[in-house]
């Protein structure tokens, strides 16, 4: 990028980059209407100076997998070209796509791979707009420069409220009476129909979601126990176990709440079945690898386990529509479908309207602040550093954004570079093998822009800069 591509873009900036203005959220419930006050709460003053991002083209967003649309308002607001797409894309279209975008949002089905990452020559940043964030190589994201955000608990509540549902719908076999009932067959039975009141709940990772069912359950009148690997406060009168064998030995109910990691690939495999109790049930809704299916469906047939509920899968299609459960997808599809008490559903753990509109919010103003303000507060492989916002009366201050490697030396030949200028702030922090710099630089004319630019461009560790003004 040269001077005049910087000069160019600043007419495509012209909405400026207020994040208070009319969000345009759609409110349909008390909790919407708390969460849709999020923009406002989270607004730059109006006394705040509108900085202009620079690129090397109007800043354009792609958007998969049916984002929800506060996210779409909020960024078409900034004055935004959103390239909206309701499923995710196959990888060669993904990649010719965002050979050329700013941003991309995605949810869980888009994998952001090396392979695919390398190929964005002009992306700033990603949006996870979920909480996993498992489907992006975020060290690999780092080392390019990218933030990438997320969404760390809008959908926690919905995740736990599906999973309370699941332990009543297991333990009163309520998937197969339907079924029966949809294919005409009266099937009025109580034989191994449970109620769930005094029995117990093993909930594994009590984290955002693990300590939110925890809550739910005791208040439907279940024990809970949990494993974690780090030691977490309980909630109400939950007891922390140490191994995880000694939750599988005592819990009714199995719950998974960890996040995909080597550690927890196949975490709940044929040795895990055997420690389960008789009759166990087991529900996953949090990562499809964390669970070995054909051990699972081993457990079933031989009645050790007599119910499941997955909402997700090691594979997953990448759009919805009929066909798309298939053996070709998993191989061992049709024989877990054909088991009895098995609940199956497509991963809509957090696909609620409150989540969907909370975290749309949520990740776009996280995504806008970055591009407009270098803030990168949220993001989960980078440096977290913040200057406040500049005052309308900085007239001739422009801010830098510098990630650079994390080695010894970079920050004296940034500052020689910036000696000659008056440095009013500076924000330096490192994570790994990356480091990002921010510094408000005031008196500043057109021409110092263009030498502090040229200058920073050709540092040897430089991994990728912008500069506001
Ligand atoms: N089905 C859905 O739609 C849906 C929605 C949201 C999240 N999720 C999944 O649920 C997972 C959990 O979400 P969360 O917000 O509660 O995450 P979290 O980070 O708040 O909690 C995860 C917990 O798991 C623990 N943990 C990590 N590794 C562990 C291990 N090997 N053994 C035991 N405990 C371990 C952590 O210490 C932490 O307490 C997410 O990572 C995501 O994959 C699924
Ligand atoms: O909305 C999704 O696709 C992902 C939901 C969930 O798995 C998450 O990680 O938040």
Redesign the pocket.
Known sequence: MNFEDINNLQNAFQYGVNLGASPNVVSTSPTQSFMNTLPRRLSLSKQQKVLKPFSTGDIKILLLENVNETAIANFKEQGYQVDFHKGALPEDELIEKIKDVHAIGIRSKTHLTENVLKHAKNLVTIGCF???T?QVDLKYAAKKGIAVFNS??S??RS?AELVIGEIISLARQIGDRSIELHTGTWNKVSNRCWEVRGKTLGI???????SQLSVLAEAMGLHVIY????T?MSLGTAKQVSTLDELLNKADFVSL?????P??KN?ISAPQFAAMKDGAYLIN???GTIVDIPSLIMAMKAKKIAGVAL??YPTEPGKNGAGTFVDSLNSWTSELVSLPNVILTP?????TEEAQSSIGIEVSLALSKYINEGSSVGAVNFPEINLKPLDLDQENTVRVLYIHKNIPGVLKTVNNILSDHNIEKQYSDSQGEIAYLMADISAVNQADIKDIYEQLNNTEDKVSIRLLY
């Open positions: 979920c909480i996993g498992n760390p608990f959908n926690s995740v594994i990772g009590y984290g955002h979601i693990g494993y974690d690997i780090v977490i709440h960890v996040p995909e990691t550690e927890t975490m809704a949090s990562r909402d997700v991963h809509i753990g957090g696909s």
